[in-house]
């Protein structure tokens, strides 16, 4: 099932995205095993990746380096639901941020409420596809219908019509009952700014 599309100015959302990295690149550095944070927004090499964090760890006298995808999120406090980019550029077909990203790990931040999901990419991804060919663990309902699509329409500042994104809307706490029932490992902080980063916020055991 479709939902109504949405539109979108590309500025706005630039704008929240690079306030999300900004957010969580502050969040990451409070942690006493973190070395450093690189943000790779920019560079060519990770935006292939769909990566935009390179968090740099201290780990039994060792150096580890963990890639991190960051989605901003505006919306999800009053709709209830995740939003999984599957297709960035509809009238390409290129493929969506969420099923590209080679990160390690998804921050998927909430900017209206500083609440935060972290999550093990790679798992969350295969999870998401294999759930296209399998009903739900708790209805007769299948993908389609529990996964609904939604359309973007982003424009630029003058109004005009630059491309149409295309992702899944998928409801928070339907997506954490499923991870759960998976051993899924994944973190939700509810408030991000006034907690202390640990290492078991990195989920490892997942990347």
Not at 93 to 101: D, I, P, R
Not at 155 to 179: D, F, M, P, W
């Amino acid at each position: 099932m479709d939902m109504s599309p949405e539109f979108a100015d590309f500025y706005t959302r630039n704008k929240d995205a690079r306030e999300a990295s900004r957010r969580v690149e502050e969040f990451l550095r409070s942690c006493i095993k973190v070395i450093d944070v690189q943000n790779v927004e920019d560079a060519k090499e990770y935006q292939n990746q769909d990566i935009d964090l390179l968090c740099i760890l201290e780990i039994g006298g060792s150096k580890k380096t963990v890639a991190i995808e960051v989605k901003g999120d505006t919306k999800a406090h009053r709709t209830g639901n995740f939003f999984f980019e599957t297709v960035s550029n509809e009238a390409l077909g290129t493929q969506g941020c969420f099923l590209k990203s080679q990160a390690h790990l998804l921050f998927y931040y909430l900017l209206e409420t500083d609440r935060l999901y972290i999550f093990p990419m790679k798992k969350v991804q295969d999870w998401f596809i294999n759930m296209q060919q399998q009903p739900t663990a708790d209805s007769s309902a299948y993908y389609e219908d529990i996964f609904q699509r939604k359309k973007t329409h982003t424009v630029n500042a003058a109004g005009s019509y630059q491309h149409t994104t295309v992702g899944r809307c998928v409801n928070i706490e339907y997506a954490k009952r499923c991870l759960k029932a998976e051993n899924i490992p994944f973190r939700e902080i509810e408030e991000m700014s006034k907690w202390r980063c640990t290492l078991e916020d990195f989920c490892l055991e997942g990347t």
